[in-house]
């Protein structure tokens, strides 16, 4: 990480602790998380056509095989731009660990870059709905994966990744209710934590994994 990078994501992680005392004023179920969860850093990843390419890469495979996969991408392109991975065919990007389809999408992230369809050098110029737009109209990126992106990549704070099942259970879990949320109410409820969204992301997200190592109790077993 840049000496740059790494003062952005000290800002955040200030900007995080500061967001987690307004939360638990809003809504008191945040407030239980809140009190619940020690103190959190802003998990600031590369950003740019970099920080894309290797959300694609690291989906549906386990942490371990994310970390080789990428390594053996790093050796074999040598620099990570859209240049040097649409000068490799798709058979050559599968010979360093990626699956046909990832190859495909890394090509088609590449090309959106090179024909102007999006500037990932000067994409915080748009608000989070225009950089979700023209994400998502990149063939193989998802809404979850441009907010997750948007969220720590770029390091925006009021983002939401309400289709995230892991977010959705643990919202379950703090609301004390049977069922999960679907998607779009739960963008309704998450209006309300504006403009800290990506916060009371994150404090979902931690509470979630600290109930499932048996770290913190679920409190609607309570």
């Known amino acids: 990480m840049t000496h740059d990078r790494q003062r952005q994501a000290e800002r955040l992680t200030l900007r995080l602790a500061e967001a987690r005392e307004v939360l638990a004023r809003l809504d008191p179920r945040l407030e239980m998380i809140h009190r619940s969860t020690p103190p959190l850093e802003w998990r600031l990843r590369t950003g740019g056509f970099e920080g894309l390419f290797r959300m694609i890469v690291e989906q549906q495979v386990s942490v371990a095989a994310a970390a080789s996969i990428w390594r053996r991408v790093g050796e074999g392109l ?3 731009t859209p240049g040097r991975v649409l000068s490799m065919e798709v058979e050559a990007l599968r010979a360093l660990g990626l699956s046909g389809q990832k190859a495909r999408y890394a090509h088609e992230i590449a090309r959106a870059h090179t024909e102007g369809r999006i500037d990932f050098n000067h994409l915080e110029r748009l608000d989070d709905g225009a950089a979700i737009a023209a994400l998502t109209a990149i063939k193989g990126v998802g809404r ?21 099942v892991a977010l959705q259970e643990a919202w379950r879990w703090a609301d004390r209710q049977e069922t999960r949320l679907k998607e779009r109410d739960f963008y309704e409820v998450a209006r309300a934590w504006a403009p800290y969204r990506s916060v009371a992301a994150q404090m979902l997200w931690y509470w979630y994994g600290g109930v499932k190592r048996g770290e913190i109790p679920r409190m609607d077993q309570g």
Do not use: H
């Open 78 to 80: 040598g620099e990570i």
């Open 144 to 164: 979850w994966t441009a907010e997750t992106f948007l969220m720590f990549c770029e390091g925006r704070v009021d983002v939401f990744p309400a289709g995230d």
